[in-house]
Nanobody
Framework: QVQLVESGGGLVQAGGSLRLSCVVS????????MGWFRQAPGKEREFVAA????????YNTNSVKGRFTISRDNAKNTVYLQMNSLKPEDTAVYYC?????????????????WGQGTQVTVSS
């Protein structure tokens, strides 16, 4: 069973930074594409960023380009989301997700495993 545990959320002022971490309990972590999604109250879960398992190619939604960076450390079974220049509209619960050999990484249904989420609140 693959388990994902996020950490690093919190309260930050607009313009500040946070780094989210997601530790994955999988023996073959290198075969998993990883994604970050977020869900604000009353809204659907939306794609934020992803990193592909085989070539490390990254994807970002337009609203976070130039501000958020996804990366992974295969030796630590961990994926990160560095969030800079945070805005109040970034406030949401952030979820980490994993998909073995995944390619369609912007679609929540693609992912078979999810973390419990971590709250990010950006004050104005």
């Amino acid at each position: 069973q693959v388990q994902l545990v996020e950490s690093g959320g919190g309260l930050v002022q607009a313009g500040g930074s946070l780094r989210l971490s997601c530790v994955v309990s999988a023996r073959t972590f290198t075969y998993y594409s990883m994604g970050w999604f977020r869900q604000a109250p009353g809204k659907e879960r939306e794609f934020v960023a992803a990193i592909r398992w085989n070539d490390g190619h990254t994807y970002n939604t337009n609203s976070v380009k130039g501000r958020f960076t996804i990366s992974r450390d295969n030796a630590k079974n961990t994926v990160y989301l560095q969030m800079n220049s945070l805005k109040p509209e970034d406030t949401a619960v952030y979820y980490c997700a994993a998909d073995k050999y995944g390619n369609n990484l912007w679609t929540p249904a693609e992912y078979g495993y999810w973390g419990q989420g971590t709250q990010v609140t950006v004050s104005s």
